[in-house]
Nanobody, 128 residues
Framework: QVQLVESGGGAVQGGGSLRLSCQAS?????????MAWFRQVEGKEREGVAA????????YLGDSVKGRFTISQDHAKNTVYLEMNDLKPEDTAMYYC????????????????????WGQGTQVTVSS
C-alpha cells in the first residue's frame, strides 16, 4: 500500500505563488514509477496538471500550466512538489497527488483511471 498526503494549499492573490507537497509512504512506495498532480473543481472532471517519472527524465505538464508550474521530486524525502507561479483565478481547485506503478507516457499520463493511489487533496484558491 501507498499513502499520499498533500500539503501547501491555501488562498493567494492572482500572480502569486504556492508550492504543494506530496509526502509518500508505505511498504510499496518504492515500486511507484509515476507521480502526478491532478486538480478538480466541483462539478467538473478531474484534470491532469503534471506528472513525473520517478526514475528521472522530462516531466509532463498540462497545456494550461506550462511555463507557470513545475513538478519535481526529492527521493530522500519521498516527496513530490508542485511549484505554482503566476497563479490565476482559473487555477482555483482541489489539488490531488497520485501514484502508480506504471511509468507515465505522453499519451496517457492525464488519465485518472491509470493511477492506483490518491491523496485526500489540498485546496488552492486564487483571487483576482
Amino acid at each position: 500500500q501507498v499513502q499520499l498526503v498533500e500539503s501547501g494549499g491555501g488562498a493567494v492573490q492572482g500572480g502569486g505563488s504556492l508550492r504543494l507537497s506530496c509526502q509518500a509512504s508505505g511498504d510499496t512506495y518504492r515500486l511507484m514509477n509515476s507521480m502526478a498532480w491532478f486538480r478538480q473543481v466541483e462539478g467538473k472532471e478531474r484534470e491532469g496538471v503534471a506528472a513525473i517519472y520517478t526514475g528521472g527524465g522530462s516531466p509532463y505538464l498540462g497545456d494550461s500550466v506550462k511555463g507557470r508550474f513545475t513538478i519535481s521530486q526529492d527521493h530522500a524525502k519521498n516527496t513530490v512538489y508542485l511549484e505554482m507561479n503566476d497563479l490565476k483565478p482559473e487555477d482555483t481547485a482541489m489539488y490531488y497527488c497520485a501514484a502508480d506503478q506504471r511509468a507515465p507516457h505522453a499519451d496517457s499520463w492525464r488519465w485518472v483511471f491509470r493511477y492506483k493511489y490518491w491523496g485526500q487533496g489540498t485546496q488552492v484558491t486564487v483571487s483576482s
